[in-house]
């Protein structure tokens, strides 16, 4: 184990126990407060430690960085520099926040001008995000999908335990945790006899997902492989798929999604990365059929993180409607990008690839909507009295997600949170 994953860590800077950032996490982000523009920066319970800053003190300066990577109000140059240059940073920042080692602890100066309490800053996204790629690797989810709108006895479509299925997204309407998703419009068919309509999606849903960032990856024409994946994928965050299924029900044959899902996602904004997760692996479910070689790997590839959704109504009564785990992925991420890239599909710095919607095998482990009220069939109650089939304008969805396996350290990926607006 490398040591900035030691459970016995502690540091000179105090975090509550159970905190979502405690020393072994060191999630990067990018931040501002009223004095500092929009800069890199890594949390560690209630602080964000301004990387610029400390870059300044000299105490980065052996590591395979610039100053400008710091300064830079995306995480891509930070990114662009590798998996091993990124390792070396956490492992750094890991022995500077430990409690034992005196160079930030006893000076003022250093401190004051890197430490920044949380309450202060506000997130932004933290990589622009150059291509978006979307998986539909959960089983659960997949056979519930295929039972609703297909045929229940093969709710798999022949393909599906063959490859991790997926399709090319849109990049520029992922958004930070934060910001209001706007209810779209759109072509709607409400019914099977009469034209479509156009006005505001009825059905908006969320899916729960949880996304990988690419470090920069190879030549044009070269595949990575499952074993290489490691060294290409640099943290995660969770993800809202926001979806109009109405929208996406009438238009996605035979060309899939298009405007029921392009319209907003949203991520959570800290970016906690593999290096943190690489203690808690866990087998993933037997592949049968066997997969093809390219597709085989060796080893634990999932992660045991703990998901769950809460929709707050207008009023703030809030309900938790999900509680899943990624470890129900049927594919892995290093499946999900061997297969991305084996027909030598290039990735870039700072390319997001979501999972899918992380569903669980039973109710109450559903990752949508559409699942939990069963296609608008079973209304969930809401504290309030009021009813949810899908979203209504003035709720909140909220995500969070953590690896609590281990007792003694909690890996907290925060939380990706939105409020859905009435449609223009
Ligand atoms: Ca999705």
């Known amino acids: 184990m490398i040591e900035a994953n030691n459970p016995n860590l502690t540091s000179w800077l105090e975090v509550p126990s159970n905190h979502d950032f405690p020393i072994q996490n060191i999630p990067f982000g990018i931040f501002s407060t009223s004095e500092l523009s929009a800069r890199t920066g890594v949390a560690i319970g209630g602080y964000v430690i301004d990387l610029s800053a400390l870059y300044k003190t000299g105490l980065l300066s052996d590591l395979p960085f610039e100053e400008v990577d710091f300064t830079s109000n995306t995480l891509n140059s930070i990114i662009n520099r590798g998996k091993s240059a990124t390792t070396s940073l956490r492992n750094r920042l890991s022995e500077l926040l430990n409690s034992e080692t005196p160079d930030l602890r006893d000076s003022d100066s250093f401190r ?15 990589i622009h995000v150059g291509d978006y790629t979307d998986c539909y690797s959960s089983e659960d989810h997949a056979r519930n999908v295929g039972k609703m709108f297909r045929d229940p006895e093969n709710a798999l479509l022949p393909n ?23 209810r779209p419009n759109g072509q709607l068919k409400p019914s099977e006899t009469e034209p479509p309509i156009y006005g505001p999606s009825r059905l908006l849903d969320f899916e729960l997902e949880m996304a990988f960032i690419t470090h920069p990856g190879k030549p044009l024409g070269n595949p990575i492989s499952t074993s290489e994946a490691d060294d290409y994928i640099f943290g995660m965050v969770l993800f809202n798929d926001w979806s109009a299924r109405d929208i996406q029900k009438w238009e996605y044959v035979p060309l899939g999604p298009f405007l029921g899902k392009n319209f907003a996602s949203s991520i959570s904004p800290w970016i906690v990365t593999l290096d943190a997760l690489e203690p808690y692996r866990v087998s993933g479910p037997n592949q049968t059929p066997q997969v093809l070689p390219y597709l085989e790997y060796e080893g634990a590839a999932h992660y045991d993180i703990d998901l769950e959704v809460e929709i707050s109504t207008p009023e703030g009564e809030s309900k938790v409607v999900c509680n899943s785990n990624f470890k129900h992925m049927y594919w892995n991420m290093r499946q999900q990008l061997a297969h991305h890239t084996v027909n030598g599909c290039n990735i870039r710095g700072g390319d997001m690839i979501a999972s899918g919607t992380i569903s669980g095998p039973e109710e109450g482990s559903f990752g ?5 009220s069963w296609k608008g069939t079973k209304p969930l ?44």
């Open 112 to 126: 004051s001008k890197c430490v920044i309490d949380m309450s202060s800053v506000t997130m932004h996204m933290p």
């Open 160 to 182: 599906w335990k063959h490859m991790p299925v997926a399709y090319h997204g849109r990049a520029s309407s992922i958004v930070v945790s934060g910001t209001p998703i706007r």
């Open 381 to 424: 109650s809401m504290p309030d009295g009021t009813e949810r089939r899908f979203i209504n304008d003035g709720d909140t969805v909220t995500m969070r997600g953590s690896q609590t396996s281990d007792s003694k350290v909690r890996i907290g990926f925060g939380e990706v949170s939105g409020k859905l607006l009435p449609a223009l």
């Open 368 to 372: 949508s909507m559409l699942e939990i």
